[in-house]
């Protein structure tokens, strides 16, 4: 299996082109194997790139766990990648069909290659029942939630997949600790009975009302230096909390993503690199 290892900030993936080959039998296995960071390529999950019937390519996201998730938006930026860099459709603007539909993507493109992506994340799904929680309000905002030892706000969005936002105070963000916090925490928000498909938790440190400071733990994966629609949930959060803009910097452990959550259309834009590491084979038999 040819495989192309590629990162969004940090958050990377082993991307299979499955235009040109046949994709795995058994992509969830696969993506447990390629993701071990000692005994395989070492990655946050596997993506595969299919045909697509809708728009120029399809794109499938595994978990490191295996799981597949509907949505990764630092994946569909290299997704966008690869389908340009790779001839599949070398068109500055895309349409990728992902588990929460179509999604529009403009490339800034040098020297023939893809080095931005902005990216329509689609509007903001703010009903409890489709986030899905059974917290109350539509969306829960800034409701408590006790996760041992502490009690925290959460507000939850989901960017077509589901997302738990929290401002801790800089615990979270203090070097050199003994004990991450997020280390601990981030498990249990994951898999509270509350987040009934599980979820990703997000910590964040607000510098003024355009610039954050976030880390992730990501729902199968653990922490990750980058959440794309993590970034994307932060963005409206801190509008429905009143605590940030519409147009947002976020700083992430692996780099800089903009935001903008657009009152023209409700849909949030997200604007951030793509790279491609390296290629190789990897053996399916």
Known sequence: MRFTKMHGIGNDYVYVDCVRQKPPADPAAVAVAVSDRHFGIGSDGLILICPSERADARMRMFNADGSESEM??????????????HGIATKPKLAIETGRGVLSVDLEVKD????????????????????????????????????????????????????????????FFESGQLHDPLASCGPLVENA?????????????????????????????????????????????????????????????????????????????????????????????
């Open 72 to 85: 990764c938006g630092n994946g569909i930026r290299c997704v966008a990648k690869f389908v340009h860099d």
């Open 112 to 171: 023939g290659k893809a080095v931005r992506v902005r990216v329509n994340m689609g509007e903001p799904i703010l009903e409890s029942a489709k986030i899905p929680t059974t917290l109350p309000g539509d969306p829960p905002v800034n409701v408590p939630l006790y996760v041992a030892p502490e009690e925290y706000e959460v507000t939850c969005v989901s960017m077509g997949n589901p997302h738990a936002v929290f401002y801790p105070g800089d615990a």
């Open 193 to 285: 009975p509350i987040f009934p498909r599980r979820i990703n938790a997000h910590f964040v440190k607000v510098h003024s009302p355009n610039e954050v400071t976030m880390r992730t733990w990501e729902r199968g994966s653990g922490i990750t230096l980058a959440c794309g629609t993590g970034a994307c949930a932060v963005c409206v959060a801190g509008v429905l909390t009143g605590r940030t803009a519409r147009k947002l910097l976020a700083h992430l452990p692996g780099g800089d993503l903009e935001l903008e959550w657009s009152e023209a259309d409700n849909c949030v834009y997200m604007t951030g690199p793509a790279t491609e590491v390296f290629t190789g084979e990897w053996p399916t038999a």
